[in-house]
């Protein structure tokens, strides 16, 4: 079982980049790992580090005035091939939640399945969180998942989201996939039984 999500409110990492791409999020070299462990690690490595492993300063990770466990990231956030390691990647850092104005629909899934919840928003209520944070570091984001809405608390501004019924569902109960079939066990054996 997984952490339940409900209501979530942080400070945020903003990330004012636009089609920032898996190979970005999680470069090719990485990939040959097999299990999740440490990829939180590696997560923007080639903007966090130089090529001799020494810190890059100015990029927004290493810059500790920003925190969080919510990512605000540019429009077109995850394009580029399906790995499922820039999730994994996203998640091990300690993000729970992605905001951006688009994502492509294969990473979407992939957050999703790995526990990070991508909330979608308008181009300008991006713009606004985006300045929200330049203004102040400190500027708290609530994310409402039974209610799908975000909050920018220093304007009060909410927006709408959409989440698929189902991925939903396991978000707020810490369910993957396998746990909901588990879960479930009795009503599908139940349903199976009418079936002969």
Known sequence: MKQKFDIITSTCVPLPLENVDTDQIIPARFLKATDKEG???NLFRDWRYRADGTLVEDFVLNNPKYKGCILVAGKNFGSGSSREHAAWAIAGYGFRVVISSFFADIHKNNELNNFVL???VS??????LFQSIQDNPETQVEVNLPNQ???NKATGRSEHFDIN?????CLMNGLDDIDFLVANKDKIESWEQQRV
């Open 39 to 41: 990829f939180g690690d």
């Open 123 to 128: 181009d300008s209520f991006l713009a606004e």
């Open 118 to 120: 991508p909330v979608q």
């Open 149 to 151: 809405t975000v909050t």
């Open 165 to 169: 019924g189902y991925k939903k569902h």
